[in-house]
């Protein structure tokens, strides 16, 4: 007995070369407004663009009709600013499939910790800190904070995170506390999954003298005392115990809850079941029936 091995054809999902497309063969899926071109976002690209070129080619498909007319699926603020600096035509990646929605919806953002490695690495590599500043849209100063964004910041807390969005600033709150508070500030941080600025001034204000470096003076908030400060925090110690709990059980309990909603649809539909319990049980089938609204809405 013999067996043939079937070869799986894997179709590609861009094409081969990079291919230089003029702009009045793409078709861009919205207009960029004014508004948007007043963003830190568009300003930084048209920085970057303007300092080291285009580093991230713009996507495209062909038309389905006229293979010579495409259509812009990623880059739309990189093609804007093309124009706005007078090219007519840009190297693009040529995508075999029309569908817009993993590159506008599934982004992966540079986290602050991220481009903190990626300005320490672009420096090492001989680039200058002014350049850096004008392709990044920033100033000097701005620069070299984000340069210096762990010094003062323990291992545990810039592994924890490492992926996050923290603000500049929220680093800088987290420097005025002793390594162990920041690990504790961190786990809370990513337990509540808030790395706003306010929420790391209350966790700074919540924390106790001894705990705080040197020279270190956290906010003081009007009409709270340093009893109701202590009390907030314990507060919030309950409740990151309590989310652990819940994080704990909550696939389980979710895939639980899916089947037993399932299982009381399969029941309402059932006309015999559902005359049963209008004959027997009246009080349950209203319930039942509102579980079942619910699943059709979900879906």
């Known amino acids: 007995m013999t067996s043939e091995r079937q070869e799986q054809v894997v179709a590609a999902a861009f094409e081969r070369d990079l291919l230089p497309i003029a702009f009045d063969q793409i078709a861009p899926l919205y207009v960029v407004s004014p508004q948007t071109k007043e963003t830190v976002k568009f300003k930084r690209i048209v920085a970057s663009i303007q300092e080291i070129g285009l580093v991230e080619p713009i996507v495209v498909s062909r038309d389905a009709k006229d293979p010579k007319q495409f259509t812009l699926l990623d880059g739309h603020l990189r093609l804007e600013v093309l124009k706005d600096q007078g090219a007519t035509d840009t190297q693009c990646i040529v995508s075999t ?41 920033v100033n000097i100063r701005t620069l070299q904070e984000k340069r210096r964004l762990l010094d003062g910041i323990c291992p545990e807390a810039a592994e924890m995170l490492k992926d996050k969005q923290v603000a500049l600033t929220g680093f800088q709150i987290l420097k005025k506390m002793k390594p162990m508070r920041q690990i504790e500030a961190a786990q809370l941080m990513v337990t509540m999954n808030k790395y706003t600025i306010n929420y790391a001034r209350s966790l700074l204000a919540a924390t106790p003298d001894n705990q705080l470096i040197a020279g270190a003076t956290p906010k003081k908030f009007t009409g709270i005392s340093r009893e109701q400060l202590d009390l907030m925090e314990k507060e919030s110690g309950n409740l990151e115990r309590e989310v652990r709990l819940v994080e704990d059980s909550y696939g389980a309990d979710h895939l639980d809850l899916i089947l037993a909603r399932g299982y009381v649809s399969r029941l309402v539909s059932n006309e015999r079941v559902t005359r049963y319990l209008a004959l027997h049980h009246e009080e349950f089938l209203p319930e039942f029936e509102k579980i079942t609204e619910r699943e059709a809405f979900a879906s």
């Open 97 to 137: 499939d029309d569908e817009a929605f993993t590159y506008n919806k599934r982004i992966s953002r540079l986290a602050t910790i991220q481009e903190h490695k990626m300005i320490l690495r672009a420096l090492t590599l001989g680039a200058s800190e002014e350049r850096l500043a004008k392709a990044l849209n």
